[in-house]
């Protein structure tokens, strides 16, 4: 999310380095919705710090013809899979937790558009009413899933859906939620300690009920100094090996890349790391303040180099 395809593109010709980019372009959010920053006296639309700058992380689509155009234009602009708003969220202003958001027929043809392009949905939700209808109509991928239980868990199940859990950016409001300058408003401090006191068991229970889990991170801007941590905090539920195999082999599923990433084979893209030392034995390695990342090899290129 927010990368644009001219980055995709500069990536994909060299002009820029970066890992590989599967974008999502914005989010599809309904009125009100986890998505709609405006504050409620403001009739325009707003990014997340509520300034009128004309630009957001969503799109305001209501309506199946709306939802339609709306994924339509996402795939036009280069995304490579949609994401939807399903559910309440932290930092939107005027949503709760648990609300349902878009309908059914919504939900339908925003998954349609998507099984047409040969791509997939990603849905933010957090509760297990929301995860349900959204798996039970078509969406591939739940992004958070905090408040899972062992109905969501199962209807994931049966529905060959994947869970994304995200706790390193819950972890990162939650240091930084008393610092005066962090700019966290208290609505939102309200909401994030709703949903992280209950992060870490939805991975359990996902486990449990034989779920596939990606990995991922939500970060956002300055945040993005915490993503290491996310594999520590898995630790506290999983092993190493369980996390790695989520962060490789799970994600390049949810991607539709099996194949081609998140393995080593003949046939795959050349994707690789050397690190100092293993992680399977010691997940933190990627947590630590030293480099340990000594090579990075991508599609058989030598990037980084820290090895004499």
């Known amino acids: 999310g927010g990368a644009d395809v001219g980055i995709k593109t500069a990536v994909e010709e060299g002009v820029v380095l970066s890992p590989r980019l599967f974008i999502s372009g914005r989010a599809l959010s309904q009125t009100g919705g ?90 933010h939700a957090y509760t297990p009413q929301a995860i349900i209808r959204c798996v039970n109509l078509g969406v591939k991928t739940i992004e958070h899933g905090n408040l899972l239980d062992a109905e969501s868990a199962q209807a994931m199940f049966n529905n060959k859906a994947y869970l994304v859990p995200t706790l390193s950016i819950y972890n990162a409001f939650m240091m930084n939620k008393d610092d005066s300058d962090s700019g966290i408003p208290e ?33 956002l801007g300055e945040y993005h100094n915490f993503q290491y941590d996310e594999f520590k905090l898995r630790s506290q539920v999983e092993s190493a090996f369980d996390t790695l195999h989520s ?22 893209f050349a994707d690789l790391i050397i690190l100092e030392n293993n992680p399977l034995e010691d997940i933190s390695v990627f947590s630590d303040k030293r480099d340990q990342v000594l090579m990075v090899i991508k599609n058989g290129d030598i990037v980084k180099n820290l090895i004499s």
């Open 187 to 219: 609505s939102v401090v309200e909401k994030l300690e709703e949903v992280q006191s209950q992060a870490i068991k939805s991975i359990n229970l996902a486990r449990k009920y034989n779920v596939k889990v990606g990995l991922g991170t939500d970060l």
């Open 34 to 123: 986890h998505g709609d920053y405006r504050h409620n006296s403001s009739e325009m639309v707003t990014c997340a710090c509520s300034l009128c700058t004309g630009s957001s992380i969503s799109v305001i689509c209501d309506g199946v013809p709306a939802v339609r155009q709306a994924a339509r234009e996402q795939f036009r602009i280069g995304a490579s899979q949609i994401k939807i708003m399903a559910g309440g969220g932290i930092s939107s202003p005027t949503d709760k937790i648990d609300n349902l958001q878009y309908s059914d027929d919504e939900i339908i043809a925003i998954v349609d558009e998507a099984t047409r392009f040969h791509s997939y949905v990603m849905a």
């Open 247 to 268: 962060a490789t082999y799970v994600n390049a599923e949810i991607l539709n890349m099996q194949g081609k990433l998140g393995i080593v084979d003949v046939h795959a």
